[in-house]
């Protein structure tokens, strides 16, 4: 029983979208110094990082949990099911919440704890609250609390914010719309249902498809800023050149010959771009 309960609450944290936001934090705290940075900053960094990011979700889920009852991707989560209940919802995400908020605070630095905090704000009330309930946008504003953690990373270990975080930030940032778009085309249905204003729904798919393939053009212009500003070397561009123009290739084919099944694959494989995108600036740091 005991072990159902814990997978339950640990589903309230959404453990797969927090393991790409703390990859991306950690690939930060590398990218923020040449050599290695300290261990115990990477561990409580980490893992404070991931505990706020974890109470975020758990925050969504407990805002939004009428709206996922209503949709066939959601329905299936703690709170729409009744596994769990609002109250221990919030008492939950307020425990691991402050948990990690502590953690940064004592055991990085006040600047990582404060910017975490905004990102959760950002996020958990901002976007779940606020935007997307209310514009087609949501996805473009509230990205940018999604675009935060290489630069919470980079805050943790060198205790300020550099134009060089800011530009992770904004690789992230221009990321966030064709791939959760992706994911929109193929879920219209759903969207509609739960009266979301979602661009799909708003706009229809149409235009929604035109917006992927321009903001990915977009993306595949910001990866290039690295590279130009010195950040990075020509094992990187070589690694952004692939990736976005196999990036592009997608949207495109999802602009002229729309499917399920191919919208499916552009969300996914957006998935692995990123990671692959800052795995290669990571290499690159190193291999120079």
Not at 145 to 154: D, E, I, K, Q, T
Not at 223 to 247: D, E, I, K, N
Not at 275 to 281: E, P, Q, T, V
């Amino acid at each position: 029983l005991a072990e159902s309960r814990s997978r339950q609450f640990l589903a309230l944290t959404k453990p797969r979208v927090v393991s790409l936001i703390v990859f991306c934090a950690v690939i930060g705290m590398f990218l923020a110094v040449p050599g290695l940075p300290p261990a115990a900053v990477v561990f409580f960094a980490t893992v404070g990082i991931a505990l706020v990011a974890g109470a975020a979700a758990a925050i969504n889920c407990l805002v939004e949990q009428k709206i996922d009852a209503v949709m066939q991707r959601t329905r299936g989560r703690p709170l729409p099911r009744g596994e769990v209940t609002s109250r221990s919802t919030l008492a939950f995400a307020a425990m691991v919440g402050g948990l990690g908020l502590w953690l940064l605070y004592v055991h990085v630095n006040p600047l990582t704890m404060w910017l975490t905090l905004a990102t959760f704000v950002g996020y958990a009330i901002v976007y779940t609250v606020l935007l997307k309930p209310a514009t087609p946008q949501n996805i473009v504003i509230g990205g940018a609390s999604g675009a935060m953690p290489p630069v919470l990373g980079w805050a943790a270990v060198t205790g300020d914010v550099a134009p060089e975080a800011l530009l992770l930030f904004l690789i992230i940032f221009v990321w966030t719309p064709p791939h959760f778009w992706a994911l929109a085309l193929y879920r219209t249905q759903d969207y509609a249902k739960a009266g979301l204003p979602m661009l799909p729904v708003t706009h229809g798919r149409r235009y929604t498809q035109l917006m992927i393939v321009l903001y990915t053009v977009a993306l595949v212009a910001v990866t290039l800023l690295p590279f130009a500003v010195r950040m990075s070397g020509y094992l990187y561009l070589a690694a952004a050149l692939g990736l976005g123009g196999l990036f592009l290739l997608y949207a495109v084919q999802l602009y002229r010959d729309y499917s399920d099944q191919l919208a499916r694959a552009t969300f996914r494989y957006s998935i692995y771009y990123l990671a692959a995108l800052f795995s290669a600036l990571l290499i690159d740091h190193y291999w120079r």
